[in-house]
């Protein structure tokens, strides 16, 4: 309550959702956080910690950090406790982001919620970085670095998990005989259950975004791109099993391998190019009419 009237001060120096600040603001902004420690340590922090909720990226606010930080203003001397309530909280942030990964990835994969915090995670360290770098802050680089190293090892965990997840939709079967060596050939016998083929779906796509998702978390992405590859040639040599399948199978044998091709093929199209995808159709077809 003693802070509702500085929250409206703060509510008209910054904008909802402002992507950025200019100097004015930036003065306006020391100010307003001398007059709040003034009152009490406290509301000065507390005018700070509510700096991120008014600006586009929470990120943004370790510039004005820097500001108070690195400012000639001898008032603020005596209130650097305060601000540095907003790096730590800023840090605290990117550091629970990065556990959050560690404690999804060591669940069963949901590649959709696994994505978008990728995502939000590499926005929020590359906007911290950014500003660090720009600043020399060699301390807070290296933290947002070990915080990376973190989501990293989550994200790769995520592709392992998101293999295992394409492999249960791609069914297959030990063909039997004298030579164990024989390679499992498509199972086109037993219907899979929707949830597999969906969780695949989505798996494709975090497989397919690795790459990328690897060099905004500041990865190396050719690990993760060797992934992709890998699950891409898994994936093409499956699909062409099963058009030797339906070349072989007569009746309902030949009817139920054609729809698993279909099912596949809805899976694994997006890491299959245009032209592939639309061969191994042209190849099915002619298959199923072979007498």
Request: proline letters at 5%; hydrophobic letters at 45%.
């Amino acid at each position: 309550l003693p802070a509702i009237d500085i929250l409206k001060d703060l509510r008209a120096v910054v904008p909802s959702s402002s992507p950025s600040l200019n100097e004015e603001q930036f003065f306006q902004l020391r100010k307003l956080f001398l007059s709040a420690h003034e009152q009490s340590p406290y509301l000065g922090s507390y005018v700070l910690l509510a700096l991120k909720g008014r600006l586009e990226a929470p990120w943004r606010a370790l510039g004005v950090y820097y500001h108070l930080a690195r400012s000639a203003d001898e008032q603020l001397h005596g209130a650097r406790d305060a601000v540095m309530a907003l790096p730590e909280s800023l840090f605290e942030d990117i550091e629970e982001l990065a556990r959050a990964l560690e404690r999804a990835c060591a669940l069963p994969l949901d590649a959709q919620s696994a994505m978008a915090r990728i995502s939000y995670f590499a926005e929020y360290a590359d906007g911290l970085m950014r500003q660090a770098t720009r600043t020399g802050d060699n301390v807070f680089v290296n933290r947002i670095e070990a915080c990376r190293d973190i989501a990293s090892e989550a994200h790769a965990r995520f592709m392992e998990l998101a293999l295992a997840n394409m492999r249960d939709a791609l069914p297959v079967r030990h063909t039997g005989g004298s030579s164990r060596l024989a390679p499992p050939r498509p199972d086109f016998a037993r219907p899979l259950a929707p949830e597999i083929v969906n969780d695949a779906k989505s798996a494709m796509e975090l497989i397919v975004a690795a790459p990328l998702d690897a060099r905004r978390l500041g990865d190396d992405p050719v690990n993760a791109q060797s992934i992709t590859d890998d699950a891409h040639d898994q994936a093409k040599t499956y699909a062409n099993d099963l058009v030797a399948e339906i070349r072989a199978a007569e009746g309902n044998d030949r009817a139920a391998a054609r729809r698993l091709l279909d099912q596949t093929l809805s899976v694994i199209g997006p890491l299959l190019k245009s032209d592939e995808a639309g061969l191994i159709r042209d190849r099915a077809a002619a298959a199923a009419v072979t007498v």
